[in-house]
């Protein structure tokens, strides 16, 4: 069986990682590559309104400096579950909206423990195909995240995830591409790095 193609796109909160990954698998699926998003999130707005609507500020104050990393990383690995089970079943490209990487950085911004133990579980999940980080500065991410108005990021937050992100060993080996740029600029650098692998 042909391994399905999976692209996975990384990169800060703001950094319009989902905006792009769901326009992606539409271009391709309409120019007769059937693809499938796939959101690999660790839950964390679900969290953050349990924990408000009990009258804690988030889920790290609801569940824990332990428990919360833990549910977290649970909840991650489920979706990327799925995500390998339904792409492994249908054969469709699979852009991925975060992955494995997303979980280490995260704990990492924050100063969890137990990184070591979430990679070495982490470990049964593959590679995919190509890894692209949008490198986004964090002040227009923060701009971005404060103009759709769902949430809000602090700006060391976002400094700490885009330092932890380049800090990675695997990072030399993402695809980096410009997330500052107008949104059709980052949607065309995509298209030009995904079309060798599903064909023009």
Excluded at 65 to 87: D, K, S
Aim: glycine share 10%.
């Amino acid at each position: 069986m042909v391994r399905p193609v999976m692209i996975a796109l990384l990169g800060v909160d703001g950094s319009g990682k989902s905006t792009q990954a769901r326009a992606l698998a539409r271009r391709l699926t309409a120019r007769g590559h059937p693809a499938t998003y796939f959101e690999n999130a660790g839950g964390r707005p679900l969290w953050t309104r349990l924990a408000r609507a009990l009258g804690r500020p988030d889920g790290v104050a609801l569940f824990g400096r332990t428990g919360y990393p833990a549910l977290e990383a649970a909840v991650r690995a489920a979706a990327m579950t799925r995500t390998l089970l339904v792409t492994r079943l249908t054969g469709r490209t699979a852009v991925l909206d975060r992955w494995t990487w997303c979980q280490y950085v995260i704990m990492a911004a924050r100063g969890d423990r137990g990184r070591r133990a979430v990679r070495a579980a982490y470990a049964i999940f593959p590679r995919p195909t190509v890894v692209c980080f949008l490198a986004t500065s964090p002040e227009v991410a923060r701009r971005r995240v404060l103009a759709r108005g769902i949430d809000t990021e602090e700006l060391g937050h976002l400094r700490a995830l885009d330092g932890a992100y380049r800090a990675l060993p695997e990072f030399g080996s993402f695809l980096v591409i410009d997330g500052d740029r107008d949104p059709d600029e980052v949607a065309a650098a995509l298209d030009r790095v995904v079309s060798p692998l599903v064909g023009r």
